[in-house]
């Protein structure tokens, strides 16, 4: 096992949980509560009261303490352990001096009147986050946990990772049966740092930096990701991030995973497995696999579980939850999902949407809408509230408030006094005023008065409105999916996609391009590229007083990009062109509008929007231009002196990404912010237009755009 506090080996593990299981047996507890970071200490508890067949209750740290709370009292639990530094959790008498140690704290739990009684055999209660304000406890016994964990060491065999980093809290159930204890089993290596060096902040909150610099010391052949974290990766690999060559395989469950995520994964050869379970299944049940994958899908069941469809819903087999806390135990009989879906002729599972309403964020936050909208209807202020948040990163509402002459100002404080009783994963971020009271003709309450069960696609004109962030939520720079920067990444995601599909794009990336299609690509770069200083420096002039930090930021870029134009010819006359032949050549239609654009933004419009020119050529460059000059030297067989501009801007457009994404988070003008994205879907029409009309018989510009 490794960690940021040193390595234990197989030996050492057992002897530390060895000696722990003697203390909790001394001590007479069964039913162990933690709430404790990622980390040696964490699986040496869990693995010592497997030893002595105690009940263990792990409690997510993100869990608000009346969550804690609830938790402790309906599980029964005799005690909680914490980390040393930890505050002392609610619901606690005092400290248990029989198992305090350098790095834990036990803290007896105040006396119960009446211990709820539990089924049968537990070895795990299992807190769900929450679709209520009060997280459901479930009971899961040893066997089906090692069963599951078992079906996942075969379904891998053909890979066998020899090392597993646990990205996700140990609390998660689906880390700690299919990363911790399907690694165990198989006798790899198992990597546990802290959550605050993989980067989480709360439930939804993730510094990527930290996380790439975690991936980058472990080292890992295998990882489970929710939605969330894949997108990071993805993001981050776009553009020109490496990430660790030893990933070997990528697991990705907890949430839905759109198709564009997974292509995009692909386009980058990531090694990414789609699954799906339960939590009332002991985790794991379906999941693609090595040589068994299939697009759209969550791949095939384990080997111990049986998957069919009764009414289009999906009711799983093989493995069962001993029961719910305070609930009679479950019928016998397949578990029903409420998940919509088919299997396909081949086994696959393919899942379709969700029989009940409860949506699961991007974080694998599992949230009832209800619960948030009823918290919010307790406000004074507000009348109505719509909530959703399937496959986001954060809440929004559609909010109607009692007094119509309320402004926003006064409903994002609202929200702000609301979110301030909810955990972090529940919370609105962003809220849309609705024009009018909700009625059952725009899909946001049912004929009877009531938020529909499946939110009607008639609302999605309503939800596509301009959405006002709430006051006073937590937002951090560090939180990839809060920032400006992240933001525009997102709103031209679609004009990026389809830029880099022009077919002489995907043509050059293979390989499949001629000597005359990469010289008259060189020619036309010529023709932009030398107007990049002239641009920079009249966006600098025209930049306003408040904004001199940007034209201070103009100022190295201006030292950076000097001289640019210059590789290119050199890489011309590497291909055998005569240097003075591109500059006579001038520009085609499709270059001359692109630059005439950028300077047509920065002398009428708002010159802050010539940065959506910076973000289409520096992040082509960072996600394409390396790829591109090694797939094309490869099959060209040209000097390596031919690709000085392609290789060197790759590489220097990569200094620059983290450079220009810092430069976009300190916008904080709605106007600017608005300026970049509006000219950044633009300049990617524009920029595609080049490489559609690039080829002597490629289309004409009007058919381009």
Same mark, same amino acid.
């Given at each position: 096992?490794?960690?940021?506090?040193?390595?234990?080996?197989?030996?050492?593990?057992?002897? !530390?949980?060895?000696?722990?299981?003697?203390?909790?047996?001394?001590?007479? #507890?069964?039913?162990?509560?933690?709430?404790?970071?990622?980390?040696?200490?964490?699986?040496?508890?869990?693995?010592?009261?497997?030893?002595?067949?105690?009940?263990?209750?792990?409690?997510?740290?993100?869990?608000?303490?009346?969550?804690?709370?609830?938790?402790?009292?309906?599980?029964?639990?005799?005690?909680?352990?914490?980390?040393?530094?930890?505050?002392?959790?609610?619901?606690?008498?005092?400290?248990?001096?029989?198992?305090?140690?350098?790095?834990?704290?036990?803290?007896?739990?105040?006396?119960?009147?009446?211990?709820?009684?539990?089924?049968?055999?537990?070895?795990?209660?299992?807190?769900?986050?929450?679709?209520?304000?009060?997280?459901?406890?479930?009971?899961?016994?040893?066997?089906?946990?090692?069963?599951?964990?078992?079906?996942?060491?075969?379904?891998?065999?053909?890979?066998?990772?020899?090392?597993?980093?646990?990205?996700?809290?140990?609390?998660?159930?689906?880390?700690?049966?299919?990363?911790?204890? !399907?690694?165990?089993?198989?006798?790899?290596?198992?990597?546990?740092?802290?959550?605050?060096?993989?980067?989480?902040?709360?439930?939804?909150?993730?510094?990527?930096?930290?996380? #790439?610099?975690?991936?980058?010391?472990?080292?890992?052949?295998?990882?489970?990701?929710?939605?969330?974290?894949?997108?990071?990766?993805?993001?981050?690999?776009?553009?020109? +991030?490496?990430?660790?060559?030893?990933?070997?395989?990528?697991?990705?469950?907890?949430?839905?995973?759109?198709?564009?995520?997974?292509?995009?994964?692909?386009?980058?050869?990531?090694?990414?497995?789609?699954?799906?379970? /339960? @939590?009332?299944?002991?985790?794991?049940?379906?999941?693609?696999?090595?040589?068994?994958?299939? =697009?759209?899908?969550?791949?095939?069941?384990?080997?111990?579980?049986?998957?069919?469809?009764?009414?289009?819903?999906?009711?799983?087999?093989?493995?069962?939850?001993?029961?719910?806390?305070?609930?009679?135990?479950?019928?016998?009989?397949?578990?029903?999902?409420?998940?919509?879906?088919? +299997?396909?002729?081949?086994?696959?599972?393919?899942?379709?949407?969700?029989?009940?309403?409860?949506?699961?964020?991007?974080?694998?936050?599992?949230?009832?809408?209800?619960?948030?909208?009823?918290?919010?209807?307790?406000?004074?202020?507000?009348?109505?509230?719509?909530?959703?948040?399937?496959?986001?990163?954060?809440? +929004?509402?559609?909010?109607?408030? $009692?007094?119509?002459?309320?402004?926003?100002?006064?409903?994002?404080? *609202?929200?702000?006094?609301?979110?301030?009783?909810?955990?972090?994963?529940?919370?609105?971020?962003?809220?849309?005023?609705?024009?009018?009271?909700?009625?059952?003709?725009?899909?946001?309450?049912?004929?009877?008065?009531?938020?529909?069960?499946?939110?009607?696609?008639?609302?999605?004109?309503?939800?596509?409105?301009?959405?006002?962030?709430?006051?006073?939520?937590?937002?951090?720079?560090?939180?990839?999916?809060?920032?400006?920067?992240?933001?525009?990444?997102?709103?031209?995601? =679609?004009?990026?996609?389809?830029?880099?599909?022009?077919?002489?794009?995907?043509?050059?990336?293979?390989?499949?391009?001629? $000597?005359?299609?990469?010289?008259?690509?060189?020619?036309?770069?010529?023709?932009?590229?030398?107007?990049?200083?002239?641009?920079?420096?009249?966006?600098?002039?025209?930049?306003?007083?408040? /904004?001199?930090?940007?034209?201070?930021?103009?100022?190295?870029?201006?030292?950076?990009?000097?001289?640019?134009?210059?590789?290119?010819?050199?890489? #011309?006359?590497?291909?055998?062109?005569?240097?003075?032949?591109?500059?006579?050549?001038?520009?085609?239609?499709?270059?001359?509008?692109?630059?005439?654009?950028?300077?047509? @933004?920065?002398?009428?419009?708002?010159?802050?929007?010539?940065?959506?020119?910076?973000?289409?050529?520096?992040?082509?460059?960072?996600?394409?231009?390396?790829?591109?000059?090694?797939?094309?030297?490869?099959?060209?067989?040209?000097?390596?002196? *031919?690709?000085?501009?392609?290789?060197?801007?790759?590489?220097?457009?990569?200094?620059?990404?983290?450079?220009?994404?810092?430069?976009?988070?300190?916008?904080?003008?709605?106007?600017?912010?608005?300026?970049?994205?509006?000219?950044?879907?633009?300049?990617?029409?524009?920029?595609?237009?080049?490489?559609?009309?690039?080829?002597?018989?490629?289309?004409?510009?009007?058919?381009?755009?």
């Amino acid at each position: 096992m490794l960690s940021a506090t040193g390595n234990l080996h197989a030996q050492t593990l057992a002897d !530390a949980v060895a000696r722990l299981a003697a203390c909790l047996q001394t001590a007479g #507890l069964t039913r162990v509560a933690s709430r404790l970071d990622n980390g040696p200490d964490g699986l040496i508890l869990d693995l010592a009261l497997r030893l002595i067949d105690a009940v263990h209750v792990p409690l997510p740290t993100f869990f608000s303490d009346g969550q804690v709370l609830h938790a402790l009292t309906s599980s029964g639990a005799q005690c909680v352990v914490t980390g040393a530094a930890a505050a002392a959790p609610p619901g606690i008498s005092g400290p248990l001096p029989a198992l305090q140690q350098d790095a834990l704290r036990c803290w007896r739990v105040a006396a119960i009147v009446e211990r709820p009684v539990l089924p049968d055999a537990p070895a795990c209660i299992t807190y769900t986050s929450g679709t209520t304000g009060c997280p459901k406890g479930v009971c899961l016994s040893a066997d089906s946990l090692l069963t599951v964990a078992a079906s996942l060491v075969d379904a891998s065999a053909a890979i066998a990772p020899r090392r597993h980093l646990c990205l996700m809290p140990l609390s998660t159930l689906l880390e700690n049966v299919a990363g911790l204890y !399907a690694t165990l089993l198989s006798g790899a290596q198992v990597a546990l740092p802290s959550l605050a060096q993989i980067g989480y902040t709360g439930a939804s909150g993730l510094d990527v930096p930290a996380l #790439l610099r975690c991936l980058h010391q472990y080292q890992p052949e295998s990882v489970i990701l929710v939605p969330q974290l894949l997108l990071a990766l993805v993001s981050a690999a776009e553009h020109g +991030v490496a990430l660790p060559a030893s990933l070997r395989y990528i697991a990705v469950g907890g949430g839905h995973i759109g198709s564009s995520l997974l292509a995009r994964a692909a386009a980058l050869g990531l090694p990414v497995c789609e699954g799906d379970g /339960l @939590t009332e299944c002991g985790s794991v049940v379906c999941f693609n696999r090595p040589g068994a994958v299939r =697009a759209g899908s969550v791949g095939q069941p384990l080997a111990h579980a049986q998957v069919r469809i009764v009414d289009g819903e999906m009711q799983v087999g093989g493995v069962q939850a001993l029961g719910y806390l305070g609930e009679d135990a479950p019928p016998p009989g397949p578990v029903r999902t409420g998940d919509l879906g088919h +299997v396909d002729p081949d086994g696959f599972v393919h899942i379709t949407g969700r029989r009940k309403h409860v949506f699961i964020t991007a974080f694998g936050r599992n949230v009832s809408p209800e619960w948030v909208e009823s918290e919010l209807l307790q406000h004074p202020l507000l009348a109505q509230a719509v909530v959703w948040g399937e496959a986001q990163a954060d809440n +929004v509402a559609v909010l109607w408030p $009692r007094r119509p002459d309320s402004d926003d100002a006064a409903l994002a404080k *609202a929200l702000a006094e609301v979110n301030a009783g909810l955990p972090d994963y529940a919370r609105v971020a962003r809220f849309v005023r609705a024009d009018a009271p909700f009625n059952a003709r725009e899909g946001l309450l049912t004929a009877n008065g009531r938020p529909p069960p499946r939110r009607d696609p008639r609302a999605r004109s309503i939800r596509r409105r301009p959405q006002l962030s709430v006051a006073g939520h937590r937002r951090l720079s560090r939180n990839f999916s809060m920032t400006f920067y992240a933001s525009l990444l997102a709103q031209t995601q =679609a004009e990026r996609e389809r830029m880099t599909q022009v077919p002489i794009i995907q043509a050059a990336l293979a390989g499949n391009i001629a $000597r005359a299609d990469y010289v008259a690509f060189l020619g036309q770069a010529y023709h932009h590229v030398r107007h990049t200083v002239p641009l920079l420096m009249a966006c600098g002039a025209r930049l306003p007083a408040r /904004l001199e930090w940007l034209r201070t930021a103009i100022g190295e870029y201006i030292e950076e990009e000097m001289g640019h134009q210059e590789w290119i010819l050199d890489d #011309l006359v590497a291909c055998g062109q005569a240097r003075e032949a591109t500059v006579l050549a001038g520009p085609s239609l499709a270059t001359e509008l692109l630059v005439s654009d950028a300077y047509d @933004t920065i002398q009428r419009g708002n010159p802050v929007g010539f940065f959506g020119m910076v973000l289409v050529l520096e992040g082509t460059s960072v996600a394409l231009a390396t790829r591109a000059a090694n797939s094309i030297a490869q099959s060209l067989e040209l000097p390596r002196n *031919a690709f000085s501009y392609l290789l060197s801007h790759g590489d220097l457009d990569i200094e620059h990404a983290g450079f220009f994404e810092k430069r976009m988070n300190r916008l904080d003008d709605p106007l600017d912010q608005q300026a970049v994205v509006h000219a950044a879907t633009r300049f990617y029409v524009l920029y595609g237009d080049l490489f559609r009309t690039l080829r002597s018989d490629g289309v004409r510009l009007a058919e381009a755009t």
